[in-house]
């Protein structure tokens, strides 16, 4: 999926998406979210969308988050600016795949529903993994690809509209996991019907 089909297909999206997939999501941002407050520190959200995520950390934190299209970087600044979110550091319109960061400067990085909408997922979650500090953590909540099944039958199928939809339906889970120097430190199954998973690595050190 090109980037340039992706900023195109979420300007379309960004008038309507909070009362469509960002509705179907809701779980899975409040979950990661949770997790995150209790952490603490320095947190960078990579494809941040229209911020449905940022009301949800507790205000110790600091969020920093980016994203490639404006338009949904517009939505999540109005909602910074409506709720009054001081928790949020800044929201800078950049490239996942080129973290503009240095390394280990965030304490979690976090990535929700996000893997399956880039080009590159290896390369994002490899940038992931170098601004995120040594012992830090890796959130990611996303859909993966079912191997058999009804599901499974569908995903294949719309796989085919990936440019379209803006999403690839059939994303395997053993993409995000080859980051060098992270291992898995927690991973469930969410609602509805187990269709997300929530998945923490930890980075070594």
């Known amino acids: 999926m090109e980037l340039e ?6 300007a ?4 309507v998406y909070d009362n469509t997939f960002g509705f179907l999501t809701t779980i899975g941002r409040r979950r990661a979210a949770a997790f995150i407050n209790r952490l603490g520190g320095e947190v960078l959200e990579v494809g941040v969308g229209t911020g449905l995520s ?3 950390y507790s205000d110790p934190l600091r969020v920093t988050g980016i994203d490639y299209s404006t338009e ?4 999540a600044r109005e909602k910074v600016a409506q709720k009054k979110l001081g928790h949020v550091a800044a929201l800078i319109r950049m490239d996942a795949r080129n973290l503009d960061f240095p390394d280990g400067h965030f304490d979690t990085v976090t990535a ?3 893997l399956s ?3 590159d997922p290896e390369r994002v979650v490899a940038e992931m993994a170098r601004v995120c500090k040594p012992g830090g953590r890796i959130v990611i909540v996303n859909h993966f690809a079912c191997d058999s099944g009804v ?4 995903e294949r199928m719309f796989s085919r509209y990936a440019n379209r939809l803006g999403w690839h339906s059939d ?3 053993s993409r995000v996991l080859g980051a060098p120097g992270t291992s898995i430190e927690k991973q469930s199954k969410l609602p509805p019907l187990g269709m997300m998973t929530f998945l923490c690595l930890r980075k070594d050190g």
């Open 12 to 15: 379309r999206w960004a008038p």
């Open 112 to 114: 929700m529903h996000v």
């Open 117 to 119: 909408v880039v080009p």
């Open 171 to 173: 994303f395997e889970m």
């Open 54 to 56: 940022l009301g949800c």
């Open 5 to 10: 089909a992706i900023r195109t297909s979420y």
């Open 151 to 154: 599901l499974g039958a569908l």
């Open 72 to 75: 949904m970087l517009t939505k």
